[in-house]
C-alpha cells in the first residue's frame, strides 16, 4: 500500500490500549494471529504488533515506564497523552485510535490546525525493530494528530513511515486464521453524523463519506449509532460516547477453518451469516468480526 497526501489516505494501522502486553499476546495468538516481538517507544509506552498482508497492522500498547510516559506528556507529547486521557475516561483495555498513512505528515498537521481540529503538536521519533528470526532495523515515523475538542473516546492520526525496517514481515503476515487484512472499522456514535466532518478531513475525504462510510484504500471507516451497531454484530455497544471505535473487520480465507481454530482455543464466538464476532476481552480491546472475503 502507498501512502499519500493527494487523496484519501489508507488506513494504517489500529492503535488497542491494553494494560500487560502479555495479556495481549496470549489473546491474540489464541485467536489465531502471529504476534511480532516486543517494540520499546523512547517515551514511555510498548507494542506488540499484529501485522497483515494488506500492509495494515494492529498495535496493542501497554504503559512499559510510567515515569517516562509522564514526562512524554509535560514535554508535549500529543500520542502518550491522548493514550492516557483515552485510558482515564474508557479504562486500560480498548480501542483508541485510527491512524492514516501519509508521505506528508507536516501537511497532514496544516489541514487539522486549519480545520480547527488538531489535536497537537507533531511527533517525531524511531524505535528498534525486530523480526521473528531476531533481525533488527530501525522504524523511524511522524505523526500529526487529529481530534474534536473534548472528546477523550477516540482520535485519528496520519502516520508517515520515515524510514521502513528492512525486514522480512512474512513470517508475522501468516496468521493461523488466515486473516489476511482489514476490511472494515466500526465507531459507535450518539451522533453519527456530527462525527463525519472529523473524519473526513483526518482521511482527506472532501466527500464527507457515503451514507456513514468512508471508503478508504482497502478497508472501510463506518460509524453506526449504538443500536445499529447492536442490531448488526448482536453485541452491546458499549456506553454512550461522542465518538468510540468499537469492532474490526478482517478479512478470511476460510470461515470454516477459522471457526474451528476459535471453537479448539476455547474462544467463545458466534455466527451471524458470513462473520465470525469474537466480543472483547482482556488484550483484546474491540469486537473481532472475521468475515470471509476472498
Not at 481454530?261 to 469474537?278: P, Q, R
Amino acid at each position: 500500500m502507498t501512502p499519500t497526501t493527494s487523496g484519501i489516505h489508507p488506513l494504517d494501522h489500529l492503535v488497542l490500549p491494553t494494560r500487560s502486553l502479555d495479556a495481549a499476546r496470549t489473546r491474540l495468538t489464541a485467536l489465531g494471529f502471529v504476534v511480532a516481538p516486543t517494540g520499546v517507544h523512547p517515551f514511555g509506552t510498548e507494542n506488540c504488533c499484529v501485522f497483515f498482508a494488506d500492509g495494515t497492522y494492529l498495535e496493542p500498547l501497554a504503559i512499559g515506564s510510567e515515569p517516562a510516559a509522564v514526562e512524554a506528556v509535560a514535554q508535549g507529547n500529543v500520542f502518550v497523552a491522548r493514550d492516557r486521557l483515552y485510558r482515564e475516561s474508557r479504562g486500560d483495555e480498548g480501542f483508541s485510535a485510527v491512524v492514516l498513512g501519509t508521505d506528508n505528515a507536516d501537511g497532514d498537521h496544516e489541514r487539522y490546525v486549519e480545520a480547527g481540529l488538531s489535536a497537537g503538536d507533531t511527533l517525531s521519533f524511531s524505535r528498534a525493530f525486530t523480526d521473528t528470526t531476531g533481525k533488527s532495523d530501525t522504524a523511524s515515523f511522524k505523526l500529526a494528530f487529529a481530534a474534536a475538542q473534548g472528546q477523550t473516546d477516540a482520535f485519528l492520526f496520519a502516520c508517515q513511515r520515515i524510514n521502513a525496517p528492512k525486514v522480512d514481515r512474512a513470517a508475522l503476515q501468516a496468521h493461523p486464521n488466515g486473516v489476511h487484512g482489514i476490511a472494515e472499522v466500526i465507531a459507535v456514535s450518539s451522533s453519527p453524523a456530527e462525527q463525519h466532518r472529523l473524519i473526513a478531513v483526518a482521511v482527506n475525504d472532501p466527500s464527507g463519506g457515503q451514507g456513514g462510510a468512508f471508503l478508504l484504500p482497502t478497508a472501510n471507516l463506518r460509524v453506526l449509532d449504538p443500536a445499529s451497531f447492536a442490531a448488526r454484530f448482536g453485541t452491546p455497544a458499549g456506553a454512550p460516547s461522542e465518538l468510540r471505535f468499537a469492532a474490526v473487520v478482517f478479512s478470511i480465507r476460510d470461515t470454516g477453518a477459522a471457526a474451528s481454530l476459535l471453537a479448539a482455543n476455547a474462544i467463545e464466538h458466534d455466527m451471524s451469516g458470513n462473520d465470525i464476532i469474537v466480543r472483547p476481552a482482556a488484550g483484546q480491546g474491540a469486537a473481532f468480526i472475521f468475515r470471509e472475503i476472498q
